[in-house]
């Protein structure tokens, strides 16, 4: 196996890794392979797989995040990634500041090194921020979709989730600052949406999709659920 350019160079300069030793490499696909190391030099590192094996992928998990202002969006997508975030969809709306313009390729970068920190066998997607009524219809075959809103005062991300006994998908869909208008908010309800409260006080929206991610994971987690990542 021969190791991407940049890959070799971080094994060797920064891991200081040496002929012999034992890697796990992840390809993004849900494989995981065990490399002995037989080559390591500042441009070039190869190595023999010795054992394959293929991480069960157990549930998806997407989150549709308004697109936030200024570099908070690499924070959702650092943080998302680390707790199980399938799929991300930046998605424009009415009181959208930030449209993401030419940022998909940094958003998918960052995804990528926080897979590897995390120790994930795969990587999620990063779709192009696109209008929230596309996003709906993509999103429209997920077994829940449950989305924040201020106007929710008494259903719980519990009792969302207790609605199915086992969710194959969930998407969560969070406005970015200055909410949902309440037009967004009628049409994806209409679309099956779920509206969600995460209690009385008022979170950012890069605060409000970690939070309610770290929710679900827990919930399913207690449940005995299925779970993603």
Do not use: C
């Amino acid at each position: 196996m021969l190791f991407p350019a940049d890959e070799a160079r971080h094994a060797a300069t920064v891991l200081r890794l040496h002929v012999g030793d034992h890697v796990v490499v992840i390809d993004g696909t849900g494989v995981e392979r065990t490399v002995v190391l037989s080559e390591v030099a500042l441009g070039k590192v190869t190595g023999r797989v010795i054992e394959t094996r293929a991480i069960s992928q157990r549930g998806v998990l997407a989150l549709v995040q308004g697109v936030p202002k200024g570099a908070k969006m690499d924070h959702v997508v650092r943080m998302g990634t680390e707790l199980g975030v399938s799929e991300f969809f930046p998605f424009l709306s009415k009181r959208t500041v930030a449209e993401g313009r030419g940022r998909t390729e940094r958003w998918q970068r960052i995804a990528v090194e926080s897979a590897k920190q995390s120790r994930r066998s795969d990587v999620p997607s990063v779709h192009a921020p696109a209008p929230l009524q596309d996003v709906l219809v993509h999103i429209a075959g997920y077994n829940l979709i449950v989305m924040l809103w201020e106007g929710e005062q008494t259903r719980t991300m519990a009792q969302a989730l207790a609605r199915l006994a086992n969710p194959a998908s969930i998407a969560i869909i969070v406005g970015p600052e200055g909410g949902l208008a309440e037009t967004e908010v009628d049409a994806a309800v209409a679309r099956g949406a779920v509206p969600v409260t995460l209690g009385p006080l008022i979170l950012r929206t890069e605060t409000a999709s970690v939070v309610a991610l770290a929710i679900i994971r827990y919930e399913l987690g207690r449940r005995g659920g299925s779970e993603s990542g």
